[in-house]
C-alpha cells in the first residue's frame, strides 16, 4: 500500500490505495467521480482524460502514486459553479454529443488542445489533435465544430480582457 | 412548428449532466457489499475441457467463489438463446446448438466463458483468474465461413451437421433463372462484407443482486432492451419468474445493435450473486473482452448476378450468401440474413425477378448478430456495387442506370416481401447531384490528375426497412417476439408530464425528442416533461431501440397515449367552461373554447382532474393514460449518397473530399439530432470501407484484431466534414410520418466509398477495408 495526496477539483485528498492503482481507478473507485470514463486498455480512447498539473493525461495510464503532490483537474471540476466551461457550452451548443460516454475526455482534452493553440486552431488541427480520442457516434462532425466555436470564443474573451 | 416543438432545433435536455460528469451508466453504480466477477476465458478457438482446477484461485486472497459451467449446469440454469426461427428451403427448422452461460465440456472461441471467479476486489479476482487451471484438448477450428460446410470442416455443434443452421431461400428462383437466361447482359460479382466490431465506447457490465428476504433478483446492465432481457433471462434462462427480476438499463454508452442481445455474463452475474449468499456480483469488460464477446457483425460471402435487358433495365437477380453467425446463435442473429437483408435485395429499383438462398454456418469465431443497419448494409452494398459496376460494363453513366430503374410509384410490391409506401428516389438523387456539382466532376478530375492524384466518384442509393416492425407480419416470419411499442403519459396535478416508453435512448436523444412532442401536443414547456425508460420497475413492458424504431414506433405509441389524455382533458375542460366538448382545442399551453375569449391553463384542467371535485358526472379522476402501438408496416428510409475521394498513387491513401447524404426520413423531429445520427452512421460506414475489419488467425482462431491497437477505428482525421441534405415524403404508416434515422448513414455509405475509390483507380473491385495496402496493390495490379 502506499499513500497518495494530491489536489482533485480543488480539494486536497490523501488515501491509502495499492501501488498499482491506476490514476483513473483512484478518481472512479476511491473518490466516487465517476464522470471520467475507462473505454479502452490500451490508452488510445481518451475517455480518461483528466488534467494534471495543467496537461492533459490519460488516466488509464497513470497510476495514482504517479499524481501525489499534483494538481487534478476531472470533468467534475470544470464549470464554475452553475457556469459552463465554454468547451463545455458549446458541445452542447453544437451536438456534440450523444450517448456522452467519451465526452469528459473529449472536453477535457479540447480544454488542453485550445489553451496550446488558442484562435490559431483550424479545423485540420482539431481533426489531428483528437487522434487519441475515439468517439463512435457523433462521427467527429459536431465535434469539431463545437472546438473550434469555443477556441474562437475563448480568444475572443481573452481579447477583450486584455 | 414552435420553438420547442416539432422540426425545431432544440438542444438535448440530457446534455447537461453528460457535459459535467453526472451522466450515471451501469459502472458508475456500487451497490453496498458489491462483489467483483472476473472471467477465465478460452484461449483456444475450438476445445475439449478435460479439467478445472479451482483450488488454487479459490484460496487466493479475497476470493469468495470461483464458479465453472459444471456448477452453473448442476444448478438448472438455462442456456441462451435465438429468438427468431428460421426454417430452410425444405421446411425444417433451424439447428440450433445449446448456448450455456459458462462452457461446459466444449469451448468454441476463442473467448468463450470457462469459470467466474467473485472475489472483494476487482484486482484480486483477476489475480485469481490467473491461478484456475483449465486442462484443455486442442481441436481442430474453423474460422472462414466459406469453409464451415467443407468435407472434413470440423464439427462445432452436434445438432448442427456440417456447421450449416439453415439454407433459406426467398423469391422465384425459375422466374429469376428465366431472366437471366434471356437476358442482354448479366453483370456477376462476388463479394465480401467484411466482419465488423461494433464497439460502443461504453463497455458492457452487468451487475446482479439478489434479495433473499424478497426472493427478488435486480440486474443493472448496459442494454438497449431491458424489458427483453427480462423476458428471456425470466422464461429461457430460468433465473426468476418477472415480477421477482428488475432490470434496470440506466445511460447506456452507445450500442449500435451489440447491446440488444442477451449475454452470458448477465445470467452469471445473477446467479452468482444468489449463489454467493446475495451480495451483488458486478462485471464490467475490459476493450478487449468486448472484442472477445460483444457480439460481432456483417461476415457475409456472396455470390450475385444481375440481369438488363437491351435497354438497360434490370429484369433479374439472383444472390446467394453465405452467412457466418459465429459459434453461437445470438439472441436475433437468424433475422439478420434473411429478414432484414434478402428483403431488400430490390434496393431502390423495379426489379421483376429476385431469388436469394441464405446459408447461415457457425464457426470458431464471436457469435454475429445485428450491428447498425443489420442485413440492410450488406444488401445496399451488393445492390449498389453490382449497379455501378453494371454501369461501367455497360458503359453508362451510373447516375442514368439508377434513375432508369427506379422505383417511380408508390405503394411498390418488390418481389421480396417488402411494400414501399412512399418514397421519391429522383429527388434524393437530384438534391445530391445538385450539391456534389456532377457536372464539375471532369474538370475536379483533371485537376487532380495534374497534381498526382487519382480523382474518383461513387453513388449509393439506398433503401432501408425501419420503424420494426408489425407484429403479426414479423410473426409470420419467425420471430418470436412482437415489434410493438408501449407508453404511458402521467400528467401530474401541477400539470407537469412524465412520459413512461418502452424505448431506450443510448445517445439518440429520447429525452430531448419525445418531450418536443408533448409540448408540440400540450404545450408544456420541455423542461416540464420528464421521460423515463430504462427500468421494467417504472415502465410496464417494451421493445426497446433499434433499428430506427423509437421515432416510427415508440413516438406512435406515445402520440396514442396522448390522443387519450387530451379526450379526457377536453371533456373536463368542456364540463369545467360550460362548453361543447367539440369546441374545445388544447394550444400553447392552454385549453380553450375556439371562437370565445374562454380558456384555462393547461395546469389548472390537471388539477381539476385530480382534486376530482368538479368532473364530469361519471368521470374517474386522475390525468394517466397508456398505449401500445403496432405498426402497419415498415418504413423505408432512402438516400442517395455521394462520395469524392482522391487516392495518392504512391501510397495508396485514400482521402474523402466531400461526401453528400440527401436523405429522405419523413418527418422529422429535430434536425440536430437527425444530422447527428447521420454523421455517426457515416463514420462507421467510411469505418467498413476504408479502415475497420475483423482479422481471425485461419489456422488457430486467434482473434489478431482484438483491442484498439489493432483494429482500426475511424479518428477524427480519418473522415471528412459531411454534406448533409433532408427531403420529406412523410411515412403515410404512422401518425408523425416519420421512417428512422440512425442506420442510413452506416448503410448507405460503404458502397459510395467503394465505388468512388474503384472510380478513382479503375479496377473492378476491391475488397474493403480499402486500406492503403490494398489501394496500394490494386493500383500496381491495374497498371500491370
Given amino acids: 500500500m502506499v499513500s497518495v495526496s494530491m489536489t482533485v477539483n480543488g480539494k486536497s485528498v490523501t488515501r491509502e490505495v495499492e501501488d498499482r492503482t491506476l490514476l483513473v481507478d483512484f478518481l472512479r473507485g476511491t473518490l466516487g467521480l465517476t464522470g471520467t470514463h475507462v473505454g479502452c486498455d490500451t490508452s488510445q480512447c481518451g475517455a480518461c482524460v483528466v488534467h494534471v498539473d495543467g496537461v492533459a493525461v490519460k488516466s488509464c495510464t497513470a497510476l495514482a502514486a504517479q499524481a501525489d503532490g499534483s494538481m487534478v483537474l476531472t470533468i467534475e471540476g470544470l464549470a464554475n459553479g452553475d457556469q459552463l466551461h465554454p468547451v463545455q457550452a458549446a458541445f452542447r451548443e453544437h451536438h456534440g454529443l450523444q450517448c456522452g460516454y467519451c465526452t469528459p475526455g473529449m472536453i477535457m482534452a479540447a480544454v488542453d488542445m485550445i489553451a496550446r493553440h488558442g484562435a490559431d486552431l483550424d479545423e485540420a488541427t482539431i481533426r489531428h489533435e483528437l487522434e487519441g480520442n475515439i468517439c463512435r457516434c457523433t462521427g467527429y462532425h459536431n465535434i469539431v465544430k463545437a472546438i473550434k466555436a469555443a477556441a474562437d470564443e475563448m480568444a475572443g474573451m481573452a481579447q477583450a480582457a486584455e | ?784
Fill in chain 2, 1 to 784: 412548428m414552435g420553438v420547442e416543438g416539432i422540426g425545431a432545433r432544440v438542444l438535448r435536455k440530457e446534455d447537461k449532466r453528460f457535459i459535467t460528469g453526472k451522466g450515471r451508466y451501469t459502472d458508475d453504480i456500487e451497490p453496498k457489499d458489491t462483489t467483483y466477477a472476473v472471467f477465465v476465458r478460452s484461449p483456444h478457438a475450438h476445445a475439449r475441457i478435460l479439467s478445472i482446477d479451482t483450488a488454487e484461485a479459490k484460496a487466493a486472497p479475497g476470493v469468495i467463489d470461483v464458479l465453472t459451467g459444471a456448477d452453473l449446469a448442476g444448478d438448472r440454469i438455462g442456456g441462451l438463446i435465438c429468438g427468431w426461427m428460421i426454417h430452410s428451403k425444405d421446411g425444417s427448422p433451424m439447428k440450433a446448438g445449446a448456448h450455456p452461460a459458462i462452457a461446459h465440456e466444449i469451448v468454441r472461441h476463442v473467448g468463450d466463458q470457462v469459470a467466474v471467479v467473485i472475489a472483494e476486489t476487482r484486482q484480486q479476482a483477476r489475480d485469481a483468474a490467473e491461478m484456475v487451471m483449465v486442462d484443455y484438448e486442442e481441436l481442430p477450428a474453423v474460422v472462414d465461413p466459406a469453409k464451415a460446410q467443407a468435407p472434413g470442416a470440423p464439427q462445432i455443434h452436434p445438432e448442427a451437421p456440417n456447421n450449416l443452421i439453415y439454407d433459406w431461400h426467398i423469391g422465384d428462383a425459375a422466374a429469376t433463372d428465366a431472366a437471366l437466361a434471356s437476358a442482354a447482359r448479366v453483370v456477376r460479382m462476388d463479394i465480401v462484407n467484411n466482419r465488423l466490431v461494433p464497439n460502443p465506447m461504453e463497455p458492457r457490465v452487468a451487475i446482479g443482486s439478489y434479495d433473499a428476504g424478497e426472493e427478488h433478483f435486480t440486474l443493472w446492465n448496459t442494454s438497449q432492451n431491458p424489458h427483453v432481457a427480462r423476458l428471456v433471462l425470466s422464461a429461457f434462462v430460468g433465473i426468476a419468474p418477472e415480477h421477482k427480476l428488475r432490470v434496470v438499463a440506466p445511460d447506456v454508452g452507445g450500442g449500435f445493435g451489440s447491446k440488444i442481445f442477451i449475454y452470458p455474463e448477465e445470467t452469471v452475474c445473477l446467479w452468482a450473486s444468489k449463489k454467493i449468499g446475495g451480495r451483488p456480483v458486478k462485471w464490467t469488460s475490459d476493450r478487449t473482452e468486448a472484442f472477445l464477446t460483444d457480439c460481432h457483425g456483417r461476415d457475409h460471402v456472396t455470390r450475385a448476378e444481375m440481369a438488363f435487358d437491351a435497354d438497360n433495365r434490370i429484369t433479374g437477380f439472383k444472390v446467394h450468401t453465405i452467412a457466418n453467425l459465429g459459434a453461437y446463435m445470438s439472441t436475433f442473429s437468424s433475422s439478420v440474413p434473411t429478414y432484414l437483408y434478402a428483403t431488400l435485395l430490390s434496393g431502390q429499383y423495379a426489379i421483376p425477378a429476385i431469388y436469394a438462398e441464405v446459408e447461415a454456418v457457425y464457426t470458431n469465431t464471436v457469435p454475429v448478430d445485428a450491428y447498425r443497419g443489420a442485413g440492410r448494409p450488406e444488401a445496399t452494398y451488393l445492390v449498389e456495387r453490382m449497379m455501378e459496376t453494371a454501369a461501367r460494363e455497360i458503359g453508362v453513366d451510373p447516375v442514368e442506370l439508377r434513375r432508369k430503374n427506379f422505383v417511380k410509384s408508390f405503394p411498390h410490391q418488390t418481389p421480396v416481401i417488402m411494400c414501399y409506401d412512399a418514397g421519391d428516389y429522383e429527388k434524393t438523387m437530384s438534391t445530391a447531384l445538385a450539391a456534389i456539382d456532377y457536372a464539375g466532376f471532369p474538370a475536379r478530375k483533371a485537376e487532380a490528375k495534374a497534381r498526382g492524384k487519382l480523382r474518383g466518384i461513387g453513388f449509393s442509393c439506398y433503401i432501408e426497412a425501419c420503424g420494426i416492425a408489425p407484429s403479426q407480419a414479423v410473426g409470420s416470419l419467425g420471430a418470436g417476439v412482437g415489434l410493438w411499442e408501449s407508453a404511458e403519459v402521467r400528467v401530474n396535478p401541477v400539470g407537469t408530464i412524465e412520459i413512461l416508453t418502452g424505448s431506450h435512448s443510448h445517445g439518440q436523444g429520447h429525452e430531448t425528442t419525445f418531450a418536443q412532442l408533448v409540448h408540440e401536443r400540450l404545450g408544456v414547456g420541455i423542461d416540464n416533461v420528464q421521460i423515463v425508460h430504462g427500468d421494467t420497475d417504472k415502465v410496464q413492458f417494451g421493445m426497446g431501440t433499434y433499428g430506427s424504431r423509437s421515432g416510427a414506433v415508440g413516438m406512435s405509441a406515445i402520440v396514442k397515449a396522448l390522443d387519450k389524455v387530451e379526450a379526457k382533458v377536453r371533456k373536463i375542460a368542456a364540463h369545467l367552461m360550460e362548453a361543447a366538448e367539440t369546441d374545445i382545442v388544447v394550444e400553447g399551453g392552454e385549453v380553450k373554447v375556439a371562437g370565445t375569449d374562454k380558456a384555462l391553463p393547461f395546469a389548472t384542467v390537471a388539477l381539476a382532474a385530480y382534486t376530482g371535485h368538479n368532473l364530469p358526472a361519471g368521470m374517474e379522476p386522475g390525468l394517466k393514460e397508456g398505449a401500445f402501438y403496432d405498426p402497419t408496416n415498415f418504413t423505408f428510409p432512402a438516400g442517395t449518397y455521394v462520395c469524392e475521394v482522391e487516392v495518392d498513387p504512391e501510397t495508396g491513401k485514400v482521402t474523402i473530399e466531400r461526401f453528400v447524404a440527401a436523405d429522405d426520413f419523413g418527418n422529422i423531429i429535430n434536425p440536430n439530432i437527425v444530422e447527428g445520427q447521420v454523421h455517426g452512421g457515416l463514420a462507421q460506414g467510411i469505418g467498413q470501407a476504408l479502415l475497420e475489419g475483423v482479422s481471425y488467425d485461419m489456422e488457430s482462431g486467434q482473434l489478431m484484431t482484438a483491442s484498439y491497437m489493432d483494429y482500426c477505428m475511424p479518428r477524427a482525421d480519418d473522415v471528412p466534414s459531411y454534406e448533409i441534405f433532408h427531403e420529406c415524403t412523410p411515412c403515410p404508416g404512422n401518425p408523425l410520418g416519420m421512417k428512422g434515422c440512425g442506420e442510413a448513414g452506416a448503410i448507405g455509405s460503404p458502397p459510395a466509398v467503394i465505388n468512388a475509390i474503384t472510380d478513382a483507380i479503375g479496377v473492378r473491385d476491391i475488397a474493403m477495408p480499402a486500406t492503403p495496402a490494398r489501394v496500394w496493390a490494386a493500383i500496381q495490379g491495374a497498371a500491370a
